[in-house]
């Protein structure tokens, strides 16, 4: 199933956030650490257009939170035309070992390209659920899922009404809606 999604950097202190989040109302429900591994049949990524390095991956990734989940995923990325991400359609399978996947699709030849670690807390209020994500490397980010209140809009009134939802926080937001976490890592 298709779905939006916003990305957006915060620029503040993780206790700073936590504090505002709490102060609008939400409660964390759910931590948990998220590793993915990037997979590529390219062998040289430098310089490749990120679009097409995407659409040409799988990843591996192990959540771990009161118990250790692996999947093997791929990701259907749906632009605009400046190239925001919209939505995209995830397809996963279960995996029962993260480091033996990895090992395989390493030994065939495939090209680990980039691993991408975070801390997540997910936060619930009466309207909305985002997820707090700490990157490692990287910075703090939100991301935050489209719910039943905007399932019939179009993407685009779907993207307008989320951002303005964490718009209203009070957060120091970036100004990219749809940060792509993979390519900022590659061009750190």
């Known amino acids: 199933m ?7 950097q915060v620029f503040d202190s ?3 956030i936590d504090r505002i989040l709490k102060q609008n109302g939400f409660e964390s429900t759910r931590k948990f650490k998220l590793h993915d591994s990037y997979f590529t049949t390219i062998s040289d990524v430098a310089g490749v257009d990120f679009k097409h390095l995407i659409d040409n991956s799988i990843l591996v990734r192990e959540i771990t939170d009161d118990k250790i989940v692996g999947q093997l995923m791929y990701k259907k990325k749906n632009y605009d035309d400046a190239g925001n991400v919209i939505s995209e359609e995830k397809t996963k399978v279960i995996i029962d070992d993260f480091d033996k996947t ?10 680990n390209y980039v691993q991408v670690k975070n801390s997540s807390i997910v936060y619930k209020d009466d309207k909305m659920e985002i997820c707090l994500q700490v990157v490692e ?3 703090i980010f939100i991301e935050y899922e489209e719910d039943e209140s905007v399932k019939n809009l179009t993407e685009q009134e779907k993207i307008e009404i989320m951002t303005g939802n964490l718009k209203s926080l009070g957060l120091k ?4 809606y749809s940060c792509k976490k993979v390519e900022m890592l590659l061009n750190k």
């Open 173 to 176: 937001l970036g100004e990219d």
């Open 137 to 139: 490397n990287l910075g």
């Open 102 to 111: 990895v090992k395989i699709l390493t030994l065939a030849g495939l090209n």
């Open 2 to 8: 298709k779905e939006t999604e916003i990305t957006v």
């Open 14 to 16: 993780f206790e700073n």
